[in-house]
């Protein structure tokens, strides 16, 4: 089994359950709800999309570069905001946003289940003194994705109960 088999497999359960939970929200839970970051769910989803679309490159460069690779951080210094504000995922059109982020997931998916082992201790430069490998990276990839879904379920909890 691959090392990033049982992860990738939970990650593809919660898009399945997730999908339709995501289609069938209120319109106005989509705009009017933010989490403590002032993030509304179209915009956790978008940072979800940047997310998955920046390590998949990462898992392809560290695979041929030399280690340790300089990849740009996206995270750092408040530049997620940017990307999510310069893609303005507010004004996406919801059922594609949603249709994007299930895609890039499955794509991330099929990528790190194609990584060769021998290259699990590659390593990408994440900041100053800082080293991430690529298995590191993997392994930590379906926290992220779970952390970012349970955002979204608060917004759904705080608004149910609100």
């Not at 949603?98 to 890039?104: A, F, G, M, T």
């Not at 990408?124 to 993997?138: P, V």
């Amino acid at each position: 089994m691959h090392v990033f088999t049982t992860n990738n497999q939970e990650i593809m359960t919660l898009i399945g359950i997730w999908v339709p939970k995501l289609i069938g929200l209120d319109k106005e839970m989509l705009t009017q709800i933010e989490n403590a970051q002032n993030r509304t769910i179209p915009q956790i989803l978008g940072h979800m999309v940047d997310s998955a679309s920046n390590n998949t490159h990462r898992m392809i460069h560290l695979q041929y570069q030399e280690s340790p690779f300089a990849f740009p951080n996206y995270a750092s210094h408040g530049n997620n905001d940017r990307w999510i504000a310069i893609q303005n995922y507010k004004q996406e059109e919801w059922i594609n946003l949603v249709q994007l982020w299930k895609y890039v997931h499955l794509h991330f998916i099929h990528v790190s289940n194609q990584v060769d082992n021998s290259k699990l201790d590659q390593q990408w430069i994440a900041g100053d003194d800082e080293l991430i490998s690529l298995k590191q990276m993997g392994l930590d990839f379906l926290r992220h994705f779970k952390l970012h879904l349970a955002e979204i379920e608060d917004q759904f909890t705080i608004r149910v109960e609100g």
